[in-house]
């Protein structure tokens, strides 16, 4: 069974000369990760004048989600649920070609986290935002405890996506 969640990029379905509440770019690109850890769909409604044009704010707000879409477009759009359960609402997606994909939420929390569920033995972690390797202990029972970099200044992803490279 497909599932799939629509949301409004402000407060109407429709224009609204006044509609000002505009969702904010943490809140789309986070609803768009749950319903892919969710093996969801994502539908998200603009609202085009009676002429047919986009507002402005609107065509900057798909940008600035495609931008996030294009770094982790793989993971994104072939990825599927796993059983890997990780801290608070991380997520792991598995893609056809066996590679696993963490989905990191609350960034400014930097501590090591522990990731349990999987049957696979890891060799590497790259994060796919700046391609840099990350630290990571696996256990026995394949147990996955893994740093999270911080970021540097001026920089957030809202959701970083690491890249797990798995033993064949």
């Known amino acids: 069974v497909a599932g799939e969640m629509s949301q409004t990029i402000c407060a109407s379905w429709s224009y609204g000369a006044c509609d000002l509440a505009y969702k904010s770019i943490p809140e789309l690109i986070t609803t768009m990760c749950f319903c892919r850890g969710a093996g969801c769909n994502y539908l998200l409604n603009i609202t085009p004048t009676s002429t047919g044009k986009i507002l402005d704010i609107q065509k900057a707000m798909i940008e600035t989600l495609g931008k996030w879409i294009n770094i982790n477009k793989k993971p994104f759009y072939e990825g599927m649920p796993t059983d890997i359960k990780g801290p608070g609402n991380d997520f792991a997606l598995k893609t056809p070609d066996g590679k696993i994909y ?67």
């Open 102 to 168: 963490i989905f990191a939420f609350d960034l400014y929390n930097s501590h090591p986290r522990v990731y349990t569920g999987l049957t696979e033995n890891i060799s590497k972690i790259i994060w796919l935002d700046n391609e840099k390797e990350e630290t990571f202990f696996q256990s026995e029972d394949n147990t996955l405890c893994m740093n999270l970099s911080p970021a540097n200044s001026g920089y957030h992803m809202i959701v970083r996506v690491a890249e797990l490279t798995v033993n064949k």
